[in-house]
C-alpha cells in the first residue's frame, strides 16, 4: 500500500513547479549557509510523534522541510518521535506514512527515536559523568512548585547535589527495573535560577513501565521530547531543524544538549509560525478526543482536519500544497480563513472533475406530451472548460426528477425556476412548462405535469426563444440511488481557530451538532459504476467525492468537498 503510494507520490513530484519554494526567512537562513560553506548539503526532517493522525498543521511542516531540502539538493528524513509509549501506537505510525507518502512526498531515512535510546542512555550518563545531571526523588508535583515563575527564581531540590557516584547508580538501576511510575526522574543540572523556565533543571528521563510499540519491554526509562530530539538531530547530521513557534523558548535547552552531550555533528533550531483555520480543531489531543467520544466517524471523519479526513472527504495533495505555499512562512501567529483552503480545491478540481447532474431532495416530473416508451440519449459535455474531457449520453424520457426547491406554488418576484404557467430549459435537454401539480395530504407538492416543446432541444441550433431559468434533472427511469453527505463545519465560531491549550468545556461546547447532514437522492445513470475516491462537479451544487468507506457496488455515498463559489479572493 505505502509502496503503490510512494510510487504515485514520486510521479506527482514530477510535475511540481519548478519555480522553487517561495521566499521566506528560513529559506534565506539555508541559501545564507549554503554560500558560506556553513553546511554543504541540507538535510532537513519532519519529526511527528505517533500519537495521533497528522493533520492539516502537520502539512505546513511537511511541505517546508521537504520542499526546502528538494530544491536545494539535500535530504528529509521521516523519524517518528517515540518517546511516550503510552500515548503511541502502530496504527499512528502507518497512518503518518500514508499521510506523507499521499501528500507528494518520499523521505531519504525512515527512522525512530527508540532506535536511538541505547544512544541517548550514554549521552545522559556523560552528564551525570560531568556533574550536569542528577536523579532526583521529588514527584512531579514537587518539582512543578519548587520551579518557580517568570519573576521568581526556582528551588533547587534537595537531592541535586548528589555525587556522581551515587547519580549513576541510580540511573542504572532505574534502567534496570528497580523503581516505580515516578519514583525517580533524572534531571539536567543547570540553573534554578535562570529567567528561561525551561532551563531549571529540566526533568530528561522518567520510569514508564509499559509496552512500547518498536522496542516492546526492553525498556522501563525514557528520554523527555526536549533531551531526546536534539540528539536525534545530531545523530542524522540534520542541518536545519525546523519546528513551530511554541519550541522558540526551548532553544537554549536544546543547544545546551547538543553541546554538552558532546554530539559530533550541531543543528541548529529555527522556528515559524504554526498554522491556525478557522472553524479548525488543529490539537492531536483534542482530536483524539472527538474520536474516543466518538463525536466523529473516526479519525478519517471528512469533517476532520486530518490529511485522512481530507483525504476521504475529497481534497487533493495538490490543493493542499497550493493552500500551503500561498500562506507562506513567517514568525508570526496569524489565523487563516477557512475559505482559503476551500478556493485552492476548487481552482485544482475545476478543469479535472467531471460535470455531471444529481439531484438531492427529488420531485417528480411527469412530461405529459412525451411519448410513454420513448428514451433518447442527450449528448452533454464533460466539463465546459476542458474540451479535452470529451462527451457523455445520458438518457431522457417522460418522467424525471428536479429538485424540490427548483418548483414553488406560489413563487416571490425574480422566481425564474418552474411555478405553474412558467418555462425553463432543462439542462442538456428541452424547454419544459409546468401546467399541474400533485399534493399529498400534508399538502406537499409530490408531482409535477409539465410539457416539453420538441423544437427547443439543446444543442439543436433552431430555437430561437430564451428562458431565464436553467434547472438540472436525471431521468427517473434511469437514475441511480445514492446517499449525500453535506458537511458544515465542526466548530461553530467562524473566528475560533484552535492550540493545543484551551478549555475543554468551551472546546466541546463549540462543537456543530449541524456538521453532518445525511440525505437520499438520485445521480446519473452513468454514476453507478462510480469509483471511491472519484470526484465530480454536481451542477450547481458543488464538488462531491466518492466516499471509499460506505460505498457500494450500484449505490454510490458522496461527500461533499465544497460547494461550487465561495466570496473568498485569495
Known sequence: MIESIIYTARERL?????????????????????????????????????????HIGHAKSICLNFELAHEFGGRTNLRFDDTNPAKEDTEYVEAIKEDVAWLGFEWDGLFFASNYFEEMYKRALILIQKGLAYVDDLTAEQIREARGTLTEPGKESPFRNRSVQENTELFERMRGGEFKDGEKVLRAKI?????????????????????????GDAWCIYPMYA?????????????????????????????????ECEMEQVPR?????????????????????????????????????????????????????????????????????????EHFIREDLKLKALRTMA??????????????????????????ENPEMGSRQIPFSREIYIEQDDFMENPPNKYFRLFPGNEVRLKNAYFIKCHDFVKDEQGNVVELHCTYDIETKSGSGFN?????????????????PAEFRLYEPLIMDDTQGDNEGGEEASFLDNLNPNSLKIIEGFVEDNMKEAKPQEKFQFFRHGYFNVDPKYTVAGRPVFNLIVSMKSSFEV
Open 464 to 480: 430561437a426563444r430564451k428562458v431565464k431559468g436553467t434547472i438540472h434533472w436525471v431521468d427517473a427511469k434511469h437514475a441511480v
Open 191 to 215: 540553573d534554578m535560577a535562570s529567567p528561561n523556565v525551561n532551563l531549571r533543571d529540566p526533568v530528561i528521563y522518567r520510569v514508564v513501565h509499559t509496552h512500547h510499540h518498536n522496542t
Open 14 to 54: 514530477g510535475t511540481m513547479e519548478n519555480k522553487g519554494t517561495p521566499s521566506n526567512f528560513i529559506k534565506n537562513i539555508v541559501i545564507e549557509d549554503l554560500q558560506s560553506g556553513k553546511v554543504k548539503q541540507v538535510i532537513t526532517r519532519f519529526p511527528p510523534e505517533p500519537n495521533g493522525y497528522l
Open 269 to 341: 533550531q529555527y522556528e515559524f509560525a504554526r498554522l491556525n483555520i478557522t472553524n479548525t480543531v488543529m490539537s492531536k489531543r483534542k482530536l483524539k478526543q472527538l474520536v474516543d467520544e466518538q463525536a466523529v466517524d473516526g479519525w478519517d471523519d471528512p469533517r476532520m482536519p486530518t490529511l485522512s479526513g481530507l483525504r476521504r472527504r475529497g481534497y487533493t495533495p495538490e490543493a493542499i500544497r497550493s493552500f500551503v505555499r500561498e500562506i507562506g512562512v513567517s514568525k508570526s501567529n496569524s489565523l487563516v480563513d477557512a475559505r482559503m483552503l
Open 359 to 384: 439531484v438531492l431532495k427529488p420531485l417528480k416530473v411527469v412530461i405529459t406530451n412525451y411519448p410513454e416508451d420513448q428514451t433518447e440519449l442527450l449528448e452533454a459535455e464533460n466539463n465546459t
Open 227 to 259: 533531551f531526546a530530539h536534539p540528539i536525534e538531530d545530531a545523530i542524522e547530521g540534520v542541518t536545519h531543524s525546523i519546528c513551530t513557534l511554541e519550541f522558540e523558548d526551548q532553544r537554549p535547552f536544546y543547544d545546551w544538549i547538543v553541546r
